[in-house]
């Protein structure tokens, strides 16, 4: 038997991912906001502390990724490309300030499962967010002036709306922290054998090759909708900042695990 | 009641369509083919004709949808963007030479309901195609030495794969006549009454805006898959030609119709 | 070139639908509402009127179907089973009373494209219903002191939710009348052309072999929820009544189609 | 932050589990098959063996699904309603055998994540399958003389078809032994850190409540489709036995795990 993840078979082919590197590249649509710290610090397991700054960040993200080991992701663009909805909360780690993900949502199970490998508490969602075109009225351009906008749904109810009015370039060293800023997530599989303890670490992603392209932004808006099967809209937003429509990239090579003690 | 399409309502704002002008906007990956004469014939209705062409294109479409009268397009993009998969044959009537699509499948309800207005004979599939990247290595760049991939899936079968390797640019007066061409439909809705014909028209839009972006094009492969519920891979494919992708826009103000005779 | 239906192909596979007769027969999970005679009449053409008892039934159905011409629909249930959600209010034609249908959603492309030869306004939704099973306790029996819950969501949003507690058999004899009420429907298509009328007739279907099961029943509940893309929750329900789960079957062999004057 | 599985949260509300014991019930379409011990044994880990019976089974399951500590899945069935689609092969573990289910897909994404919490390979996939009605010509009776199918793609392919023309009765002491027997399964979570090994373990579910209905069955027949994403169509049917309608139900109360050494 073969494989990087389940399902393990005879030749390898069959297993949902392969091996990193991971290599990404997407259209963020990124709009800041900011809530209390101790709505942030509520979403934040216990060695983990809310930070000074309560400034956070929504996100809808059209990607296509490719790995070195598999070529299915790009010469099958429906197991690489995909799109994901999340937001992104100042957080504290034994003195550093990292961007900590509560909640995620995503429309491709390739991507889910490397989600879960690394510690993005992933969901299953749909993601629509504006493209730019190139030629006519369909849809705006990526030029000053253009509006572009974000939806997220799971389990057939809305769960996020943004909205952001291009009027401006931005340079990249002016883009808000949390964008690209070094993430720990908390890697979790609970056991059903009370002998059994969980699987349970942080986990700090290892990336190459990070980078930006021209950044547009402006004014924008953001909503969070209720759900019973979320607490997304339990998030007071005390302030919608600017929004942001940018290319980004990485490569994901690996992640350094640390212990993680209990979640409460 | 108001609306323009079904179902109306108080308001008619439940409609599934308002009226034109609808634009569009989108980034086609389109690839050539022939078949015989006598196999497009085989896909005409009784009052069209095979040309002396034999040149046919098959598309996967990534478009955005605008209407003037219906900003939910633009604001909800799950409303207005979607992608589509067809094929287009040379045909002939009263003398004049159109593009004919005998099959499409599309990913949205709004984009379904407006080819039925117009007669593309849309049916539900997913579409996937390589998007174009800015940075890093997650996907192709809208360059030479790219390649971009397109797959369609319907009734949980595999239907068509195509692929592109660009490697020069083609000028816009040298794309394949069947990529552009006017296109002659057939509007047709069954009757459940013996007493009452079914709607038979065809129909030839009004395009205004017409445009294209710089065409990239190459080598390319073209598949068709079998299905019970579908006929595309009785197409004997006789060779495959270029590929290109190109960034297309256009609008459609209304539709011309015409007495259709019969179907076989 | 073959078929009953778009897409017409050299054999008449690649039709979506095959002609009738058709056969359905399904589980619902109906639940009794009241609104007031005007919202009623907003909901109905011209020459239709509402009448006097405003008894509305909001209905969540799982459906099996079938066609003496078309034996894929059983051989691939994913052509012949789907689920759908509906509103049927009464209304009164030339003297007579029928059910008719302002707003429904389906989940699946036959069932789409039949409704609309049939002149119900179908939309495309996510449809979710209990389902009784035969041991175990993952879901309700179909007994007294069981609840069967059904959900609709489209594009994204919630919709409709009904909750029904069976505490009794009830008679088919005291069904409420709008459950299996004949039903006038509306066949549209616009017109791109203004030199071109509208399709544009009602439609009373031509059924047989109507039956329905034991009815279970006992309160309910039912909410409509609020969407950009749609007016379902514009309908202000005065009163939930009762609900009930109950088998149903029918046979659709043909229609009568009337002249419908205007819309508004 | 409480929570029993990923996403935590304030509430715990997010999380997409809630702790066991979960209820299952559900109609299975199982359809035995025979391939060699050698593929048998290639679909097993290094510690688990083939058995001298190379009876397999496939099976297609419409389940419903209730956990104590969540009614949501009774109350919203769109979270706990779902269909799957798997093999289930006999493996020698310590001695004892065991069912071993080497590729199983699913529908929804909380039976997603309970999969993989006990170690089945679970997948997304698109399941149909016939379901029982109670009146008219829509679809198949539980009766002898009626035929049930069942589908499943992945990925947009098709990968397994079955098909069982319902003969007789079977008793449940003469059901299949792989379609109930205690399954062993693999929890595995890889690790991208180089000093952190991967979540390894062998798990054996503790169930209680274990039954089933009366069994229908008769001849079958199963075939399994190639896809680039998937190995199903290595493994060589060389017979197909009888196929199997039965409703069954089973509650999960927790697992025993062991350790497991190594994949290959």
Redesign the interface.
């Given at each position: 038997?073969?494989?990087?993840?389940?399902?393990?078979?005879?030749?390898g082919?069959?297993s949902?991912?392969t091996?990193?590197p991971w290599?990404?590249?997407?259209?963020l649509l990124a709009i800041e906001f900011e809530t209390t710290a101790d709505t942030i610090a509520?979403?934040?397991?216990?060695d983990l502390e809310a930070t000074e700054s309560t400034q956070c960040i929504a996100i809808f993200a059209?990607?296509?990724?490719?790995a070195d080991s598999d070529p299915?992701l790009?010469?099958?663009?429906?197991?690489?490309?995909y799109k994901e909805a999340f937001i992104v909360v100042p957080a504290r780690y034994r003195g550093d300030t990292y961007g900590r993900v509560?909640?995620?949502w995503v429309d491709n199970?390739v991507a889910h499962a490397r989600g879960?490998?690394?510690g993005f508490?992933?969901?299953?969602g749909?993601v629509?967010?504006?493209?730019p075109?190139?030629?006519?009225?369909?849809?705006?351009r990526r030029e000053v002036g253009n509006?572009f906008?974000?939806?997220l749904?799971a389990?057939?109810?809305?769960l996020m709306r943004g909205?952001v009015d291009l009027s401006e370039e931005t340079p990249i060293s002016e883009l808000p922290p949390m964008l690209l800023a070094p993430q720990i997530h908390?890697?979790?599989?609970?056991?059903?054998?009370?002998?059994?303890a969980p699987?349970h670490?942080h986990?700090i992603?290892?990336l190459t090759?990070v980078?930006?392209?021209t950044a547009l932004s402006g004014p924008a808006e953001l909503e969070f909708f209720d759900s019973?099967?979320?607490?997304?809209s339990?998030i007071g937003i005390t302030k919608v900042g600017k929004g942001y429509f940018v290319?980004?990239?990485?490569?994901?090579t690996?992640?350094?695990?640390l212990p993680a003690e209990r979640?409460?």
């Open positions: 038997m073969k494989g990087w993840s389940l399902p393990f078979s005879p030749k082919v069959a949902t991912l091996p990193p290599h990404y590249s997407g259209d509520s979403m934040l397991p216990c059209d990607w296509s990724s490719a299915r790009i010469e099958d663009p429906r197991r690489g490309m509560p909640y995620i199970e879960h490998v690394q508490p992933k969901k299953l749909e629509f967010m504006s493209r075109v190139a030629v006519g009225r369909g849809g705006p509006t906008v974000g939806t749904s389990m057939g109810r809305q909205r908390t890697r979790y599989l609970p056991s059903l054998d009370p002998e059994s699987l670490q986990s992603n290892v090759d980078a930006a392209g019973e099967h979320e607490e997304l339990d290319s980004v990239a990485m490569t994901v690996g992640a350094k695990t979640i409460a």
